[in-house]
Each structure stands twice: as structure tokens, then as C-alpha cells.
T-cell receptor, first 114, second 110 residues
Framework: DAGVIQSPRHEVTEMGQEVTLRCKPI?????LFWYRQTMMRGLELLIY????????DSGMPEDRFSAKMPNASFSTLKIQPSEPRDSAVYFC????????????FGPGTRLTVT | TQLLEQSPQFLSIQEGENLTVYCNSS?????LQWYRQEPGEGPVLLVT?????EVKKLKRLTFQFGDARKDSSLHITAAQPGDTGLYLC??????????FGSGTKLNVKP
């Protein structure tokens, strides 16, 4: 199995631009998670989906952030407009069934907003 | 303020030494996980503990869950350079609340 796939691996953009991060979960997994990791705040859960439905988005920092999961094999995290404080590594993870099961993390997308 | 406090934040030791990493909270977890993360990669799950007082062993790693399910520890015996990485604890609260600790960065020198 290819594992969780994220793209791009690195993204550098200017403040105000729209950024879209992409994730393909492991086939057969029905839960998908988006995390953000920074030195200051560590690893934070932003949102998670179960069977393509958002279950908890209380970790999404503000309205500039949105996430979608149109089907079981694809999800996006969009930031519009981006700000320098959004610079972080964004991870996607998937699991067989929610938070009790093992989460498999992707390699992450390193986002730099200048 | 972190819901889960890990200590120490940084640890640099020689190969062969033993070490313990702690994860503490004032809240009760329904389950707790330990992950290891290497630079440029995502975290990888090491263990999940669910029952208060539970002890799990994974080769040279021993994980303990506190009786009250508010704290946990990870003990590594005879550390090796391959153990180097960021160790993260993660606690699950209620049905769908999940928080990671701040992490312990371990460096094992050969």
C-alpha cells in the first residue's frame, strides 16, 4: 500500500494568495484527519471526517480555513487568503474508524507564507 | 497552555543509557497513544493504552498508563541512536476530542 499521499510536499506562497493542500487516504480507511504542526503550538487537530462527513471542525483556526472530502479517496484543505502565521507543516492522516484506531500519517506539506 | 504536558522537552543521552519521558494532564483520558516522529515525516504510532494501570512492552520500550488515566510514561532501556526522534503522547477525551502533547525531542549519541 502506498500509504497516505499528500501534495504538494512544499508550498511557498505570498500573503493573500489561496493555498490548497491535497490528501489521498489509505484505501479502505473511512476516517481522515487534518493536522497542523508548528514549533510554538505543536501538533493540532484541525478537522476530521468520518465516511466523508465532517465530524469535528472545532480545531479550524478561522473562516479562512476550509476542508472538503468529496469522496472516500480525496480531501482538500484550503486557506484563503493565506497569512504568514499560517506557515506550518500540515499533515493528513487516515484510520479505519475514528480516533480509537491507529492513525496513519502522510509525509506532510510544508507551507511557507511570505 | 497545553492540555497535555510532556517532560522533558529535550533529552540528549549516550547510547546504552536508560531514559523516561512523561506525559501529564489534569484531565482523564479515555485512551492514550504514544507516537514517534522523525524529521521530515509524519508521526508513527507506537502503542495505545486504554486501561488505568496498564503496562505495555515493545522490545526495549515500556509504556505505562497511570491508575487514574491522567498520566503516562515511556521508558526506554539501553537507548540506541535509532531511537532518536520526537516522541509525542496523544490523549483522547470524550468521543471525538483528541490532543497531542508538546513532544520530547530525544537525541541518542553513539
Amino acid at each position: 500500500d502506498a500509504g497516505v499521499i499528500q501534495s504538494p510536499r512544499h508550498e511557498v506562497t505570498e500573503m493573500g494568495q489561496e493555498v490548497t493542500l491535497r490528501c489521498k487516504p489509505i484505501s479502505g480507511h473511512n476516517s481522515l484527519f487534518w493536522y497542523r504542526q508548528t514549533m510554538m503550538r505543536g501538533l493540532e487537530l484541525l478537522i476530521y471526517f468520518n465516511n466523508n462527513v465532517p465530524i469535528d471542525d472545532s480545531g479550524m483556526p478561522e473562516d479562512r480555513f476550509s476542508a472538503k472530502m468529496p469522496n472516500a479517496s480525496f480531501s482538500t484543505l484550503k486557506i484563503q487568503p493565506s497569512e504568514p502565521r499560517d506557515s506550518a507543516v500540515y499533515f493528513c492522516a487516515s484510520s479505519l474508524g475514528g480516533l480509537l484506531y491507529e492513525q496513519y500519517f502522510g509525509p506532510g506539506t510544508r507551507l511557507t507564507v511570505t | 497552555t497545553q492540555l497535555l504536558e510532556q517532560s522533558p522537552q529535550f533529552l540528549s543521552i549516550q547510547e546504552g543509557e536508560n531514559l523516561t519521558v512523561y506525559c501529564n494532564s489534569s484531565s482523564v483520558f479515555s485512551s492514550l497513544q504514544w507516537y514517534r516522529q522523525e524529521p521530515g515525516e509524519g508521526p508513527v504510532l507506537l502503542v495505545t493504552v486504554v486501561t488505568g494501570g496498564e503496562v505495555k512492552k515493545l522490545k526495549r520500550l515500556t509504556f505505562q498508563f497511570g491508575d487514574a488515566r491522567k498520566d503516562s510514561s515511556l521508558h526506554i532501556t539501553a537507548a540506541q541512536p535509532g531511537d532518536t526522534g520526537l516522541y509525542l503522547c496523544a490523549g483522547r477525551y470524550n468521543f471525538n476530542k483528541f490532543y497531542f502533547g508538546s513532544g520530547t525531542k530525544l537525541n541518542v549519541k553513539p
